[in-house]
């Protein structure tokens, strides 16, 4: 099968030198069916006794065909998620060089500690005083939080960066509702290099959303922002260090100006971990700003699950933060659950990720504030060796050193007939996971890299021979090892286009399921 560009999707398909293997296995790695092809109805892990004879309650409701699960024994079940397993790319695997994401190694030793009984088995509504070790730990993890940012407070249960966004603009919208300008202050200036999450936040709260030029050196435009400011402006959204991979080099002056027009300054906090232990948000004039657990603070990112992006606020918006929160009693602390002032209500059922918040924090203390600065500044050499060693063969989209991301464009592919997305393809043919791609969208094909301070010298050297030999081949004319690519994944190249504007959500069996007698 071909996608839309022509370009094989079947394994074996096109690829040279390949033989096709009986049952379409390769080596070790086994093909698989989907878990609805596989099995028998009637077939199950375990044994249950036959269903008593009742009066149906059901009214006529009652299933009269199968429900068409698929029925699997236990190993059956093992085997297929194991062999899908081993087609994932993963941070324990090797390099990922995904920026934005930071993709660090995850510390064996946080979830050893998130493993311990008396955390993991803990329920939410478990009595408070039967818990008052664990809220303990979500004090002093909100303690780290807010000594780390310079912020007098913190929301812990925003359950991902983006939800965090929702609770500091919810907040920053509450707080321009206490004031009486709530039906004012519509407007939220956000720079057109942002990540898709803060438009997408700024718009869910009913903001109008403006965006702000990049200058040439890929930073906020000063002079077009403060053209913006007026009495409408809600807020400003903004990333630092930003998606390009630098710091906003004005960003005292931006805070000061929009404060100065009644605005709050929303950082978005992802890139934390760039500056963490050196920089202390709350000092650069920040209202709001979510950090997300899962990067800076290496907690696992799950399958788009577990995340966790606690909210830091400035006195002119804690009061308005979402329930519950820690506090500090003569005896310990004890958790706020109740309604309460000013707060704008809730983020979650509960009080957020806990398994999340036991890594973070034996993430902080087993670093200690120095160990995390070095972190930081790790991260940030790692970025800039990979810049230096590749601006010869690539293009780097800004002049001048980079904080922990390295950004570059496609200019160096300019007539090779090899797009950005072919180089990402052939990245995996060599082994490695894609940097992210096309993003930010200021840079054109753009390709961000981030290393993080975990990759070894001998780690980040085998990536750097590797896009060199990419770039080269790619400017020798080698098209078909990019347009072909990937030649060696269990499928080719997909129609991502297609699947993401008409997703195949249901599937269908070949053969009709049978109606029950
Ligand atoms: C990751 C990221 C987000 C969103 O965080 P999630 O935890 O994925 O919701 C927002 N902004 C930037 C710059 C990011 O890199």
């Not at 998620?81 to 390099?95: E, F, H, P, Q, T």
């Not at 809220?135 to 960066?161: F, N, Q, R, Y």
């Amino acid at each position: 099968m071909m996608n839309r560009q022509g370009r094989p999707t079947a394994p074996g398909e096109g690829a040279a030198g390949r033989i096709e293997t009986v049952l379409g296995h390769r080596g070790l790695d086994h093909e698989e069916a989907l878990i609805f092809e596989i099995g028998q109805g009637g077939r199950s892990g375990v044994d249950l006794p036959d269903v008593p004879a009742v009066e149906s309650r059901l009214g006529g409701l009652a299933r009269n065909d199968t429900i068409g699960l698929p029925g699997l024994s236990e190993p059956q079940v093992v085997r297929h998620y194991v062999r899908l397993s081993r087609r994932n790319y993963a941070i324990d695997m090797g390099l990922y060089p995904l920026g934005s994401c930071t993709m660090k190694h995850n510390p064996r030793l946080n979830e050893k500690l998130a493993r311990l009984p008396g955390l993991a088995d803990l329920h939410p509504l478990a009595p408070l005083s039967t818990v008052s070790g664990a809220i303990e730990l979500m004090g002093t993890l909100a303690h780290w939080l807010k000594v780390l940012t310079g912020m007098p407070a913190v929301a812990l249960s925003p359950k991902a960066g983006a939800h965090g966004e929702l609770c500091g603009m919810m907040a920053i919208r509450a707080a321009h509702v206490a004031k009486g300008e709530g039906a004012l202050r519509t407007r939220v200036l956000v720079p057109e290099s942002a990540h898709g999450t803060n438009p997408a936040t700024a718009a869910y709260c009913g903001f109008k959303v403006d965006p702000v030029p990049a200058t040439e050196d890929g930073r906020v435009d000063l002079a077009a922002l403060k053209a913006k400011l007026g009495p409408d402006v809600a807020a400003i959204m903004l990333t630092n260090p930003n998606t390009c991979g630098l710091f906003e080099r004005d960003i005292l002056e931006i805070a000061e100006a929009v404060h100065g027009v009644g605005g709050y300054f929303y950082c978005d906090g992802a890139n934390f971990n760039a500056i963490v232990g050196r920089v202390r948000p709350g000092d650069l004039g920040v209202d709001a700003m979510h950090i997300n657990l899962h990067k800076t603070f290496s907690t696992p990112h799950g399958g788009g699950g577990p995340g966790s992006g606690p909210v830091v606020l400035s006195d002119a918006l804690a009061p308005f933060a979402p329930l519950p929160w820690v506090v500090e009693t003569d005896g310990g602390y004890t958790l706020v659950e109740a309604e309460a002032g000013e707060s704008f209500g809730r983020m979650a059922a509960f009080h957020g990720q806990m398994g999340m918040f036991v890594r973070a924090l034996a993430y902080m203390m087993s670093h200690g504030a120095d160990g995390l600065a070095q972190a930081a500044s790790d991260a940030v050499l790692a970025a800039n060796y990979i810049q230096a060693k590749l601006s010869d063969v690539m293009t780097a989209a800004f002049e001048g050193p980079c904080m922990h991301e390295a950004l570059f464009d496609d200019r160096f592919l300019k007539d090779t007939g090899v797009t950005t997305l072919d180089f990402a393809k052939a990245m995996i043919d060599e082994g490695y996971h894609p940097m992210t791609m096309y993003f930010p969208l200021v840079v054109h094909g753009a390709m961000l890299i981030e290393p993080t301070e975990s990759e070894s010298r001998e780690s980040l050297d085998a990536f750097i021979a590797v896009m060199r030999a990419l770039a080269t081949a790619a400017k020798a004319g080698e098209v078909e090892r990019f347009t072909g690519a990937p030649h060696y994944a269990p499928r080719r190249r997909l129609d991502e286009t297609a699947a993401a504007r008409k997703p195949v959500l249901r599937w269908t069996p070949a053969v009709p399921v049978q109606a029950a007698e």
